[in-house]
């Protein structure tokens, strides 16, 4: 698992809200956070993909 910075000293959640707020649900708004790609929705979904390091391996 990674630990990752606290969001909220990356990006400003109250401006991503009011961006979102009231737009229809198509609206979408992508951003880069460490090393994942965010992106959220006016219906309130949430997608977050993790880039995962080439050299890393799982092990088991």
Known sequence: MT???????????????????????????????ADTAVSMSGDGSIEVHVERNSREEDSG
Not at 12 to 27: E, H, I, K, R, Y
Request: aromatic residues 6%; without cysteine.
């Open 3 to 33: 630990d990752l910075p606290p969001l909220h000293e990356t990006i400003d959640a109250s401006a991503l809200d009011t961006l979102l707020n009231g737009q229809p649900s198509s609206v979408t708004i992508s951003f880069r956070y």
